[in-house]
């Protein structure tokens, strides 16, 4: 399985796996405070981005780069298609943004301290969080948004591939989950943290989180139940699983 993860301290790179995180190699790409990175289903497309900097798209796995995104602006977070072919990215304090192929546009309700997005694996379902207020949806792929009304300092969020299951996390608060794409939510029964990060497998039946100084919770119920894995606190700040929900890798701010 390929997985990615970057560096954000000091002139880091985009690192790759090709053996589900046994063994790490850099890329070619270089940059500082890497910040959110995705890829397409198959790993041969990877979309990376600076707080403050450039977002830097691969075709070839990571063999080069080209920047797609070369305005210095504080993103926050990337999704992408299952294909990589659409891909949307948000700032903080700025707007939504959505890729066809190389080409941005402006998509969103305005302007928001937005931190986290997620999309179904066609780009049809979009959702975007805002740290400090509520989580918007659109069904039409970019084109309408409306809002949840789902208050909170979310911090991360994730789709399941058909887009109607989401999930998100706040920092320095719980775990909810919607099963309709955010026309309701469910408070979990997840532990109050400092959630920095969350993924799901295809379904969002599998859910892995972590906190900010705290410790990895995992769910194979959609959040009915949790349970810690490890017993170290860490400042975990980027996690990603498998389709199936079996492997994950988390990334810790060193």
Do not use: E
Not at 1 to 20: K, Q
């Amino acid at each position: 399985s390929l997985m990615y993860a970057g560096g954000n301290i000091g002139s880091g790179s985009v690192y790759s796996s090709s053996d589900s995180g046994h063994t790490w190699s850099p890329t070619t790409v270089v940059g500082t405070s890497w910040y959110a990175i995705a890829c397409s289903a198959d790993g041969t497309k990877v979309f990376a981005a600076t707080h403050g900097g450039s977002i830097q798209m691969s075709s070839n796995g990571g063999v080069t780069w080209s920047a797609i995104a070369s305005s210095s602006a504080a993103w926050t977070s990337i999704a992408c298609t299952a294909d990589g072919s659409k891909f949307i990215a948000s700032v903080g304090g700025g707007s939504l943004y959505l890729w066809t192929g190389t080409t941005p546009s402006v998509t969103g309700p305005g302007t928001a301290n937005w931190s986290a997005v997620a999309t179904s694996s066609d780009g049809t379902y979009l959702a975007a969080a805002i740290n400090g207020g509520t989580i918007y949806t659109s069904s039409t792929g970019g084109s309408s948004w409306g809002n949840t009304g789902s208050g909170g300092n979310w911090s991360a969020l994730v789709a399941s591939a058909n887009g109607l299951k989401l999930a998100a996390a706040a920092s320095g608060g719980g775990i909810a989950t919607s099963t309709n794409f955010g026309a309701n939510w469910t408070t979990t029964s997840a532990p109050t943290a400092a959630w920095n990060c969350l993924a799901g497998s295809s379904d969002c039946n599998r859910l892995v989180a972590g906190a900010s100084n705290g410790l990895i919770y995992a769910s194979a119920n959609f959040g009915a139940t949790w349970s810690s894995i490890g017993t170290t606190n860490q400042a975990w700040s980027a996690i990603c699983a498998s389709a199936d929900g079996g492997i994950f890798a988390a990334a810790v701010n060193a």
